[in-house]
C-alpha cells in the first residue's frame, strides 16, 4: 500500500454559513466569519477525481444549476472549468432542500399551501393554462415584485398560527428577498426534509437549492455552477434555463438508500460514492478499492497501513488521502470516507 497523505481541508467563508458548526467541529469558539464550507481535495490544480466537503447551512443558497459534461465541452467559455458536476449529500443533521421540479398536481398543493388568494390567483392559472415550466421561471426569477404580491404572502403567511416546515421557510425567503418574485419559483421544485443518514443525489442539470442544516458532500471535482435567482449574486437567467432539466420527477427518484457495509454505512450514486465508519478507540481495518479523501467529524482519527506504516491523525480542518487497499483506523467520531462510485 502507498503511503497515506494528510490533507489541509479549506474553509469557504460564505455569507450564508454558520459561525458555531465548522468551529465548533475542530473544537474552536465560534468563527467571526460565517464559515459555510469545510472542502477536502486538490481542487483545481489536482488529479483527485472528487471534492468532499462539510456544509453547514445557516441560511438559503441561490437556486442553482450545474452542468453536464456534454454542456462543459459545447461551451467551454461558459464555465471555469473543463468537468461536469453531480452532488450527493448525506445530512448530519435535519437537513431542508429543494431539489427538482415537481408534478403540475404538487405544484398546485404547493402554491395552496401558502394560504394566499393572491398567490394562488397568480400561478395556478398560469400552470393549469399550460405554460411550461421554462415559461413560468422566466416570468418569476430575478422580476420585480411590481403587483406587491410578496408583501400579501408574508402578510398571509405571519398569520398561520403552526406553519409547516415549508410554510416557515418560504416565509423566511420571502422577507429575504420582498421586492422579487424569486421566492414564488421555489414552489415548482420538490421541498424535502432530511433527517441525520438521509441522502440526495443531485444529477447536473438538477435544479435546487440548500435551504439549512449541516451536511457531508461529494461531487466531481468542479466549481461550476449557475445561478438563477435566491441570491444578491449576478444571475445567468438565459443560461440557467438552457441548462436546467426542467422535466417533473418524483422526489422519491433524487433519494439515495443507506446501505450497510462492514462497521458502517455506505451511500452510493453514479460515479459517487461516501461511507461512514464510527471510530472507537480500538483500531479497525476497512477495504476501499479506490483512492479515497478522509475526514472526520466530531473527532479525531488515526490512520494507518495495514502492515506498520506511519500514521496519520486527522480531525477538524485536517484530512487524508488514502490510497487503494486495506488500512486500519482507530480514534472517536465519524471517519468519512469520499471517492468515486
Not at 452532488?87 to 429543494?98: D, G, P
Not at 416570468?139 to 406587491?148: T, V
Not at 495495514?306 to 496519520?312: A, L, N, Q, T
Not at 486495506?326 to 472517536?332: C, H, I, K, P
Amino acid at each position: 500500500m502507498s503511503q497515506i497523505k494528510q490533507l489541509n481541508g479549506v474553509v469557504k467563508t460564505y455569507a450564508w454559513g454558520s459561525h458555531s458548526v465548522l468551529a465548533g467541529n475542530r473544537g474552536a469558539k465560534n468563527s467571526e466569519n460565517p464559515e459555510a464550507e469545510l472542502w477536502f481535495g486538490d481542487f483545481p490544480n489536482g488529479k483527485l477525481p472528487v471534492l468532499a466537503k462539510i456544509l453547514a447551512v445557516a441560511q438559503t443558497l441561490s437556486l442553482q444549476v450545474h452542468p453536464n459534461k456534454s454542456q462543459v465541452s459545447n461551451t467551454p467559455e461558459l464555465f471555469s472549468d473543463a468537468n461536469h458536476k453531480p452532488e450527493m449529500l448525506v445530512a448530519l443533521s435535519e437537513f431542508c432542500a429543494l431539489v427538482g421540479i415537481a408534478s403540475e398536481s404538487q405544484i398546485i398543493e404547493a402554491v395552496t399551501s401558502m394560504n394566499s388568494p393572491s398567490i394562488s390567483n397568480f400561478l395556478i392559472p398560469k400552470i393549469k393554462s399550460g405554460n411550461s415550466i421554462s415559461d413560468l421561471l422566466e416570468i418569476l426569477l430575478g422580476a420585480p415584485d411590481e403587483l406587491k404580491l410578496i408583501s400579501e404572502l408574508i402578510s398571509d403567511l405571519q398569520k398561520v398560527a403552526n406553519p409547516s416546515d415549508r410554510q416557515s421557510w418560504t416565509l423566511d425567503v420571502a422577507n429575504t428577498y420582498p421586492d422579487r418574485l424569486d421566492v414564488l419559483a421555489t414552489l415548482l421544485c420538490n421541498f424535502v426534509k432530511l433527517a441525520p443518514g438521509q441522502s440526495i443525489y443531485l444529477p447536473p442539470r438538477t435544479i435546487h437549492a440548500y435551504l439549512n442544516g449541516t451536511g457531508i458532500e461529494v461531487m466531481a471535482a468542479s466549481d461550476n455552477v449557475v445561478r438563477g435567482g435566491l441570491t444578491i449574486k449576478p444571475i445567468n437567467l438565459k443560461l440557467f434555463l438552457e441548462i436546467a432539466d426542467t422535466t417533473a420527477k418524483s422526489l422519491e427518484s433524487y433519494l439515495v438508500t443507506q446501505e450497510k457495509v462492514v462497521n458502517g454505512n455506505a451511500w452510493s450514486a453514479p460515479d459517487l460514492k461516501l461511507v461512514e465508519l464510527p471510530v472507537s478507540q480500538g483500531s479497525q481495518s476497512h477495504l476501499i478499492t479506490n483512492e479515497t479523501i478522509a475526514f472526520v467529524w466530531g473527532g479525531k482519527a488515526v490512520l494507518s497501513g495495514v502492515d506498520g506504516e506511519s500514521s496519520v491523525t486527522i480531525g477538524g480542518d485536517l484530512g487524508a488521502i488514502i490510497p487503494a487497499g486495506r488500512f486500519e483506523y482507530s480514534g472517536a467520531g465519524s471517519l468519512w470516507l469520499a471517492s468515486q462510485g
